[in-house]
């Protein structure tokens, strides 16, 4: 049990669907993120919702799109993926400027 | 370029062998975090180091991070196939949240 809940843990869709990845965590932590890890490549912070603002990485694509209606819960929606979209997708929480503390185990997207 | 690199890359041992991998930076970092990921999983934190030139010990493990906070290695002794993992290395710059994470080492310890 790491405090954040992922859920689906993996998912297959087609490149014309619509899905959403969620995250919960009830650590008291106020920031969270969406990170995607993709083989051979590095983790990638793709949004952070911290202290209720949000910050993005000028390179996701707009296919990609975050929401947090709440400080314990994240949303990731994704529409038109790409094959290349397929990776794992992790969730993070953390208390804002103290450090990443706890990751949720992931959601294996695949895009077929 | 990669802002935060880790060596080596893959390293295989035999069970109760010593090792150790290395995060560098040419940049200093305001913090720095490892983490052990295994496969399917999420990366699970080990320590963060904020204080150039400390050092952290848990259990079989030492950490250390360098006196001009742009690098850090990690040594762990007697190493045994639970060991077996991803290892990643994460910067902190100026407090703020941008996390850069390294490549990562990938462990694999034989019993």
């Known amino acids: 049990e790491t405090g954040v809940t992922q859920t689906p843990r993996h998912l297959v869709m087609g490149m014309t669907n619509k899905k959403s990845l969620k995250c919960e965590q009830h650590?008291?932590?106020?920031?969270m993120y969406w990170y995607k890890q993709s083989a051979k490549k590095p983790l990638e912070l793709m949004f952070v919702?911290?202290?209720?603002?949000?910050?993005e990485n000028n390179s996701v694509p707009s296919r990609f799109s975050p929401e947090c209606p709440n400080s314990s819960h994240l949303f990731l929606h994704l529409h038109t993926l790409q094959p290349e979209d397929s990776a794992l997708y992790l969730c993070a929480s953390s208390q804002a400027y103290r450090g990443i503390a706890f990751f949720g185990q992931g959601t294996r997207l695949t895009v077929v | 370029t990669q802002l935060l690199e880790q060596s080596p890359q893959f390293l295989s041992i035999q069970e109760g062998e010593n090792l150790t991998v290395y995060c560098n930076s040419s940049?200093?970092?305001?913090?720095l975090q490892w983490y052990r990921q295994e496969p399917g999983e999420g990366p699970v934190l080990l320590v963060t180091?904020?204080?150039?030139?400390e050092v952290k010990k848990l259990k079989r493990l030492t950490f250390q991070f360098g006196d001009a906070r742009k690098d850090s290695s990690l040594h762990i002794t007697a190493a045994q196939p639970g060991d077996t993992g991803l290892y990643l290395c994460?910067?902190?710059?100026?407090?703020?949240?941008?996390?850069?994470f390294g490549p990562g080492t990938r462990l694999s310890v034989l019993p």
């Open positions: 994460a910067g902190a710059r100026n407090y703020g949240q941008n996390f850069v």
């Open positions: 650590l008291g932590h106020n920031a």
């Open positions: 919702y911290s202290l209720e603002e949000r910050v």
């Open positions: 180091v904020v204080t150039g030139g």
């Open positions: 940049s200093v970092f305001s913090s």
